[in-house]
């Protein structure tokens, strides 16, 4: 599975646009981009999932450029709420790949 | 759907006590995954299974820890005996079908082994 990179941490205020960048330069051909949310005393929530350029939903937008060895998740207008740490995972969507594997993943703190 | 659901949500036991947590994943979702999430190793994968089969236990730290999915509505991770190093939350995700798509995790069991 390809390895990620993500901050440890980001600081935001309310209202503003936050963008998580994870780095994945080994990422494979047949690998998709997961994004997950974990609010504290709380399992991980599944946010959003992409394989190329850009997927928006009613929660986030998730932009892949072209190379797909990194991708941005972007929370437009945090509120204290968004508050969490978010996860970026890689894999493949085939069998055998469910692995999973969360890294450290990113503490978002979104200040009012 | 009420979701996964976990029990307990919290666990206190002893040293060397048997301990036994629960999870009912949602209906109709094939697979059922338990992990454990530590503040040093972060959350790990133990063990999934297909359609009530184990596929992958290669995450299951020890021979201490054995996990059981009898029908496709319930499934157990024991571990026996507990060390305090197993103190965790543990969460049991479902996921309705293929792989690497939505999975659904339950609140968590925090247990704590003194």
């Known amino acids: 599975l390809a390895k990620t990179t993500q901050p440890i941490s980001m600081d935001s205020y309310e209202g503003q646009e936050v963008n998580i960048t994870c780095s994945h330069n080994?990422?494979?051909?047949?690998?998709?981009i997961t994004w997950y949310q974990q609010f504290p005393s709380q399992g991980p929530r599944f946010i959003i999932q992409?394989?190329?350029t850009k997927v928006t939903n009613e929660v986030a937008s998730l932009f892949i450029p072209a190379d797909r060895k990194s991708s941005t998740l972007s929370l437009p207008r945090v509120s204290l709420s968004d508050t969490a740490v978010y996860y970026c995972?890689?894999?493949?969507?085939?069998?055998?790949?469910?692995?999973?594997?969360f890294g450290k993943g990113t503490k978002l703190s979104v200040i009012p | 759907d009420a979701g996964v659901i976990q029990s307990p949500r919290h666990e206190v036991t002893e040293m060397g006590q048997e301990v036994t947590l629960r999870c009912k994943p949602i209906?109709?979702?094939?697979?059922l995954f338990w992990y454990r999430q530590t503040m040093m190793r972060g959350l790990e994968l133990l063990i999934y299974?297909?359609?009530?089969?184990?596929?992958?236990d290669s995450g299951m730290p020890e021979d201490r820890f054995s996990a059981k999915m009898p029908n496709a509505s319930f499934s157990t991770l024991k571990i026996q005996p507990s060390e305090p190093r197993d103190s965790a939350v543990y969460f049991c995700?479902?996921?309705?079908?293929?792989?690497?798509?939505?999975?659904?995790f339950g609140q968590g069991t925090r247990l704590t082994v003194v």
């Open positions: 209906s109709g979702h094939d697979y």
């Open positions: 080994n990422i494979a051909t047949n690998d998709y």
């Open positions: 995972l890689v894999g493949p969507s085939g069998a055998g790949s469910y692995q999973l594997t």
């Open positions: 299974f297909n359609n009530n089969v184990p596929i992958d």
């Open positions: 995700a479902s996921s309705p079908t293929g792989l690497f798509t939505k999975a659904f």
């Open positions: 992409g394989y190329k």
